[in-house]
């Protein structure tokens, strides 16, 4: 399986994903980005674009549950700690992959990806479909 890290830490694209706030977005063969960021509250800070691991895999020990809600909050609390746009949850949620989903809106996840990127006010970081250059 192909897979492709983006990191974004210390305010860039290519930062330190030790660095408190981060991102990390893995884009696995167009069908699932996974994306931790921190910080983020306790059991949370981990969600998937595209399609659930588990279900992709029709394994549910592939990924755990994900709250959908709450990391939609939770991650547009995120967007505002770093400087991005106040952005409403219900946005960010609309995004998540959902659990046992068919086909996902987007055709490739590396453009759920950069939809949720812009939304949060970030940029696109390079190597992602369409992205600018940005590093």
Known sequence: MATTTFVYGDGAWGGDAAATPSLSIEVQDGDIATLDYRPAPDGLGRFYLGFQPRDYFDDPAESDPVDLDAEAEAFAEWALLVGA???????????????????????????TVERLVRLVGLPIPEGLEGGDDLV
């Open 85 to 111: 746009v106040d952005v409403e949850a219900k946005h960010v949620r609309r995004l998540l992959a959902e659990a046992h989903v068919d086909e996902p809106e987007d055709t490739f996840v590396e453009e």
